[in-house]
């Protein structure tokens, strides 16, 4: 598992997100690189939490193995539709 840790203040940038809902993303396999995020290597994890909650997490990474988590909201209704095909061709690959 890849070491999170949070950058100062991500907590308060949450956007009705509960830190708790950001790890369970984490555990996603969706991830997104940031194309327009200039010299910060930026990721975007998009996944679901337990409860079915489709949110995206974005992450900065520091070195080797390590990223901070940057904030979390959940997913528009299109991104979560594009989410939901990537679901489905997932399942359709197992």
Do not use: F, K, N, S
């Not at 940057?70 to 299109?78: E, G, I, K, L, S």
């Amino acid at each position: 598992m890849v070491p999170y840790e949070w950058l100062a203040g991500a907590m308060e940038r949450l956007a009705g997100v509960e830190p708790h809902e950001v790890l369970q993303v984490l555990g996603a396999r969706w991830r997104r690189p940031v194309p327009a995020a200039g010299p910060m290597r930026l990721l975007t994890v998009w996944g679901r939490t337990r409860a079915g909650r489709p949110l995206i997490v974005v992450l900065r990474h520091e070195a080797d193995l390590d990223y901070l988590i940057v904030a979390a909201r959940q997913m528009t209704d299109t991104e979560a539709a594009e989410h939901a095909r990537w679901e489905r061709l997932q399942e359709e690959e197992q």
